[in-house]
């Protein structure tokens, strides 16, 4: 099979690395898209995908992104008509299922965002739609989605590459000893159509956990990247390209997440997490939170940040939600060659 995965967001890369190397090794050929967004093209260069940049991303506003979707979809289609593909393959890629349609190809379309606008073209266009357990059902056919397409998968969308991920950690050395904890900050996804929350509100929390952790931030691209390479910041490690989920779960003692994926990335692996998401929280993040994986807290305070660090403690990995993983993955690679049977 030639089989398109359309790789629109950073988190894409991570989920589907290891199901590209797979497919390959099995005889089968891959072609690879994305878009300059946040983190994706360094994090293609770090896993070594080859990969075509095609289009642009076309920032927050609704009124742009609604001008820029048919001219994305345009340009992938131009630029895909002869490839002579058999299989499209995204994760709230939106663009991928309208143009899988006009090339008359089949898709199979992810998504685990039940706020995300673009599913309802997306769920119309798509063969098969695949979304998390803990999504509820109710919500997916709210947009459109025809129940005969909708399959759900074990546990959430992170345990798809967890699973693996997280046998090479228990591989490896125990990490040196260190004289101060190190936290990792994930800033808030403010080009997201969905986000609604603020802007750069942790600054005062980051400044002081400064003074007594090693911080790191982990900045989605060069504008938002700019913010922290502001002098109040000269004590905080500021990461501007990519940086591998193995480093930063071995390193991490304390992770703090205005976002989703790479939240529930660290709270799955066990890292002590806490949540500051401004919005309402997903389906999947509700489960999480039930079960005791993070901590939310989107008011959160340079007191009750500093009390963290105090009583932050590594828990064990998710196993429940990494077996579900690997049961998901096998269902994803199953559905993708059932498409060309």
């Not at 997306?122 to 098969?128: H, P, Y």
């Not at 905080?236 to 390209?241: K, Q, R």
């Amino acid at each position: 099979m030639r089989i398109w995965f359309d790789l629109s967001n950073s988190p894409h890369v991570n989920m589907f690395s290891a199901l590209l190397r797979d497919l390959q090794e099995e005889g089968h050929q891959v072609v690879i898209t994305c878009r300059p967004l946040a983190n994706t093209i360094d994090l293609l260069k770090l896993e070594a995908i080859e990969f075509t940049v095609v289009g642009d991303h076309y920032g927050k506003r609704f009124l742009r992104k609604a001008l820029g979707f048919p001219i994305r979809v345009a340009q992938l289609r131009n630029h895909l008509a002869h490839e002579g593909l058999d299989a499209a393959v995204s994760q709230s890629s939106f663009h991928s299922p309208i143009t899988s349609r006009l090339l008359g190809v089949p898709a199979i379309y992810m998504n685990d965002n039940e706020h995300a606008l673009g599913n309802v073209p997306a769920f119309l266009a798509a063969k098969r739609i695949l979304v998390p357990e803990y999504l509820r059902m109710d919500k997916v056919k709210r947009q459109g989605a025809s129940a005969k397409k909708v399959r759900q998968y074990p546990g959430v969308k992170e345990g798809l590459y967890l699973w693996r991920l997280a046998d090479e950690l228990d591989r490896l050395p125990t990490a040196e000893v260190k004289n101060r904890p190190s936290i990792y900050i994930r800033p808030e996804p403010w080009t997201a159509q969905y986000y609604r929350g603020r802007t750069n509100f942790l600054d005062d929390v980051i400044m002081a956990l400064s003074a007594v952790a090693d911080v790191t931030v982990l900045p989605r691209g060069k504008e938002q990247a700019l913010h922290y390479k502001d002098q109040k910041f000269k004590g905080v490690t500021l990461v501007t390209g990519a940086r591998a989920i193995q480093q930063i779960a071995r390193d991490c003692d304390l992770f703090i997440g205005a976002g989703g994926t790479m939240t529930r990335e660290m709270a799955v692996l066990g890292i002590p997490t806490i949540s500051v998401y401004q919005d309402e929280l997903l389906d999947v993040d509700q489960h999480l939170l039930q079960i005791g994986a993070f901590i939310h807290e989107p008011e959160l305070s340079i007191a009750s940040a500093l009390s963290h660090v105090e009583t932050a403690t590594k828990q064990g990995k998710r196993r429940e939600l990494l077996e579900k993983g690997r049961l998901a993955y096998d269902l994803l690679k199953s559905e993708i060659l059932d498409l060309h049977s």
